[in-house]
């Protein structure tokens, strides 16, 4: 599961790189073959790697202004469709008006399209890996975590509600920039068009750094726990940043670029970011069975965890399960999940039997406490 959310983020930071190749060249009027946008996206993962390289603070004070940036972007499309609907060219009659193709019915085409807007909401489980960071976790980490998602939640419904009664349904469904449309169709006086593809650039750029810290940070635990090799668990002296797993993910995430963009015969975009989506179903099927299964030990009963409703967990076990099944999902998806999870088991594989034939120590997982023992082990 550890490796699964990993590759989660790698697959969600390269649809993202991708995106910002496309806008750049957008941006700056270039015409760029598939080939040149697959080495823009590419350079892009290498300048993060260094942003990374830096340290979390760094990374963090950026996600930050860029967050900020991104929020501006969508706040113009919500205006802009407040502007538009006064003026009285939007048709919220479109926002009930269900099209499918390949003669799906309803239900198939929300049960296929749930799983892909599923994606939306990636990022909000990369938080729980910097848990540690805050005080009063117990306390004011679920507090963040459900304010940050029902803001975010009512962003995306007015953005998705105006974007559906703005531009054509026709239109909507050809255009690879459609919040450009957005604001193109609803408010045509603003000078948006040179300044549009740099806002989402900036968007998805912050996607891909949140997604890279926490991929190499993961990667980095797993290799201090002794459950992969422990080269991926080295740091910088001075920045004490952990560079090897850093380089992993990112030559990782730049081979995930060119081999689906250039190799597989489906775009980055739409194949890694349905793979992103397939991968968290099945992390979230576990952790709601895991919920569960956890209710039931009363031996953590003095501690103030944080408790759902009790029907949650079974609701997020069946629809993440439902949502993972080939009716939801495109077959070259599942292909790149194996490949993925594959190269996480070979690498536990390897420590397994280097640790059996070489130095005689068990591969598993150690208990938090076993940690700081670890630690004055290797100084």
Not at 199 to 206: D, G, K
Not at 236 to 250: A, C, D, G, N
């Amino acid at each position: 599961m550890t490796f699964a959310v990993l590759c989660s983020g790698l697959t969600s930071a390269a649809t993202a790189s991708s995106a910002v190749a496309s806008n750049f060249a957008k941006g700056f009027h270039l015409d760029l073959s598939p080939f040149g946008v697959t080495v823009v996206a590419m350079v892009f993962l290498g300048i993060l790697a260094l942003i990374n390289l830096r340290g979390v603070s760094e990374s963090v004070k950026l996600n930050v202004v860029l967050t900020c940036i991104e929020l501006t972007g969508l706040l113009i499309v919500i205006l802009v469709g407040f502007w538009a609907a006064s003026q009285g060219n939007a048709d919220f009659s479109q926002t009930v008006v269900f099209e499918t193709s390949e003669d799906k019915g309803i239900f198939m085409a929300l049960t296929a399209v749930t799983s892909l807007a599923f994606f939306s909401f990636v990022g909000f489980e990369d938080s729980v890996n910097m848990v540690e960071e805050t005080k009063d976790p117990t306390k004011n980490f679920p507090r963040v975590m459900l304010l940050g998602l029902s803001i975010t939640l009512v962003v995306y419904v007015l953005v998705s509600i105006f974007t559906v009664a703005i531009v054509p349904i026709g239109q909507l469904g050809e255009s690879t920039t459609p919040l450009l449309d957005v604001v193109r169709i609803g408010a045509p006086g603003i000078p948006i068009d040179s300044i549009y593809p740099f806002l989402t650039i900036i968007a998805v750029a912050n996607t891909a750094l949140i997604n890279m810290l926490m991929a190499s940070r993961l990667l980095y635990g797993m290799a201090r726990q002794g459950v992969i090799p422990g080269i991926l668990g080295k740091v910088l002296p001075e920045r004490r940043t952990p560079w090897t797993s850093i380089i992993f993910t990112t030559v990782l995430g730049m081979g995930l670029i060119l081999i689906v963009n250039n190799f597989m015969g489906k775009g980055t975009a739409s194949a890694l970011g349905g793979t992103t989506a397939l991968l968290l179903l099945a992390v979230f099927t576990v952790v709601n069975i895991a919920a569960i299964i956890l209710r039931r030990d009363k031996s953590q009963e003095d501690h103030a965890y944080f408790h759902a409703p009790k029907v949650l967990p079974y609701l997020g076990t069946i629809t993440c399960a439902y949502l993972l099944g080939p009716w939801a999902q495109d077959p070259i998806e599942y292909q790149i999940a194996v490949i993925l999870i594959g190269l996480g088991v070979a690498l536990w594989l390897l420590n397994f039997l280097y640790d059996r034939l070489f130095t005689g120590r068990r591969t598993r997982f150690h208990h938090p406490e076993d940690l700081a023992h670890l630690e004055d082990t290797d100084r």
